[in-house]
């Protein structure tokens, strides 16, 4: 294999390259993420690189922002009589229960452009009141005439008989609209998400195809790929036709990567931090990647098979700022790459970075030295707030700190403890540009002894991308006794072998089969891998989730859901191990109130046990080791940093 294979991740502050070369080895490169187009980073980035040719895997944040700027074009709802309301509705949940004038309901839609149409089917997929031609027309004029741009259809039933919303679709789609039906977008019942799903689609499927396709003419030369939420890739044509599926392409590419690492280390329980420029995004491996079939984003609903990623809005650019009453937060907003964190040097705000800068945790330069640091910026920044709350300037960075990393641990807490985890059975995998500066103080407030660091941790996304294998699904709702479907849930996993088979690229294909099972009757249901003892499996994983078990009653099967993979074939290049060397000392801050305390410098990860407080830089990432740690470099050329509490325990 002589082809280049290059993994390109846009952040929200940086976008990061990685390419395997058979000629040159292994090259990276990190470089501040260009706005509003980025684009023309990922060209300036390549060109940079010497990469022409080449096959290109994109992690994209482009159908991400869409939804979280509600910057999509003007969308309508379109659904069977009596359930226009659906998106204002939803569950019937209160989203504050508090609140004597609850807020309004996160849509994409306003209710003056929701619309319903005169058609019924019963719950087998009968129909039991035609669609009108006449009407389909009368609503393409009357949408024309509202300067609607895309629509989303959304019949009940209709993923039991899609013959409604494929004759509105032929009319819609004649009158010049971008229409989105919901047998395609998502085949399940439960028509409150399945309306969100396909409005979802609707809105940031015009803005990902522009994107991909501009993308796609100014790469000339590459063979482009589009990493999915799933953690898989596919072509552009593809991500547009399911854009919900790549609204957690750049974090599930980032999981892909720690999760091939932690393969090659043999390590099967493993929880993954990834701290970017924006956001946090956490993970819990129990032996296998974690999936599963429903999220939101914004407070927006969708349904598409998604690497089980949990995200909190704190990152090196989350802002600090003084809430209406006075108090610090840190977080959601954030200073991005332009103007950036006050430290940049383009008059941004105070943040994280900016804190951890003043506490001596981060080195003057980012980048491999691209990027130089401001700490005058940064001390004037984060004043402003020390003097609003009358409080030092290092004991506010220290507060700020603390705050951030209060929340990252409670996304950590999320995947683990309240889903019934014990996370000191777990290494902690600590990645993206901020991850390991963060690693041992969250490690500590989950009991946790053990993390991992990568070689390269700020590029261990763009890394995943080029490890993402092509994956495809076939999904069918059944809502039936579980006994009594097996005879045709045979035949249907055997047709839809075959519809994969001629989908997919020339390779070995591997397989796996899932079923969404519920107690007969109940709202809730849950995921399980096919095979043996399935109902066993069910009642065990029911006590675990819900905490109750029903072993003597009937169970439902949802929805069955098949997945091909195929691992890409691309150029092994190992990376070079990098032995740390001292590269001096500085004062850092540790503890409240700041203590000032010497630290020593090191430049990449040494080959001997290193005690902390200290400091590791490398180009695309700083790694503090907190005190009561140590690190050494181990295998593969990552880190592994200990508790010494850990080392203790284990000498008694």
Partial sequence: MTQISVGVDVGGTFTDFVVLDPQRGRLQLKRPTSRPDPSVGILEGLSELGVGACILSHGTTAATNVALERRGPRTALVTTRGFGDVLQLGRGQRLDLYALLPPARPSLVPPELCFEVNQRMDA???????????????????????????????????????????????????????????????PQPKEYERASTTVLQAYVAPSLDRYLNHLNDRLA???????????????????????????????????????????????????????????????????????????????????????????????????????????????????????????????????????????????NQLAGGRMGLDSRASQAAVEKLARALNLPLLETAAAILALAEH??????????????????????????????????????????????????????????????????????????????VQDQLADWSARARANLKSRAPEGKLQWRQQWEIRYRGQGSSLWLKAGARLEQRFHALHLRRFGYQRPNQSLELVSSLLRAYLE?????????????????????????????????????????????????????????????????????????????????????
């Fill in 568 to 652: 890409r074939p691309q150029p092994r290049i190992d990376i070079p191990p990098c032995t740390g060397k001292r590269a001096g000392h500085a004062q850092a801050h540790v503890g409240l109130p700041p203590e000032p305390v010497t630290i020593t410098i090191y430049e990449g990860y040494p080959d001997f046990w290193v005690t902390g407080p200290a400091r590791l830089q490398t180009m695309d990432g700083t790694v503090w080791i907190g005190a009561n740690w140590r690190a050494k470099q181990a295998a593969k050329g990552s880190l592994i940093m200990e508790s010494l509490v850990y080392e203790e325990e284990h000498a008694e």
């Fill in 221 to 363: 030369q590459a063979d482009l790929w589009v990493v999915r939420s799933s953690g898989s890739v596919c072509r552009p044509r593809e991500a547009v036709d399911k854009a919900v599926g790549c609204l957690l392409s750049g974090p599930a590419a980032g999981l892909q990567g720690a999760w091939k690492l932690a393969q090659e280390l043999e390590i099967g329980k493993l929880m993954t931090l990834d701290v970017g420029g924006t956001s946090t995004d956490v993970a819990l491996c129990d032996g296998q990647l974690p999936y599963l079939e429903e999220s939101s984003v914004a407070g927006l609903p969708f349904r598409c098979p998604q690497a089980d990623i949990q995200t909190v809005g704190a990152g090196g650019g989350s802002i600090a700022s003084l809430d209406a009453g006075g108090l610090l937060q840190v977080g959601p907003q954030s200073a991005g790459s332009q103007p950036g964190p006050a430290c940049y040097g383009q008059g941004g705000p105070a943040t994280v970075t900016d804190a951890l800068l003043l506490l001596g945790r981060l080195p």
């Fill in 124 to 186: 087998r997929g009968n129909i039991l009141e035609p669609l009108q031609t006449s009407e389909c027309e009368r609503l393409a004029q009357s949408l024309r005439n509202l300067k609607v741009e895309a629509v989303a259809v959304c019949l009940l039933f209709a993923y039991l008989n899609p013959a409604h919303e494929l004759q509105l679709a032929e009319c819609l789609e004649r009158h010049g609209l971008n229409v989105s039906l919901s047998h395609r977008v998502d």
């Fill in 407 to 484: 929340n990252m641990a409670q996304a950590l807490r999320l995947i683990s403890l309240e889903r019934g985890y014990d996370p000191r059975r777990f290494v902690l995998t600590a990645f993206g540009g901020g991850g390991a500066s963060h690693a041992t103080a969250l490690a500590e407030q989950l009991g946790i002894k053990r993390v991992l660091v990568p070689a390269q941790p700020g590029l261990l996304c763009a890394q995943g991308a080029i490890l993402a294998p092509w994956q495809a699904e076939e999904q069918r709702a059944w809502l039936a006794p579980w006994l009594e």
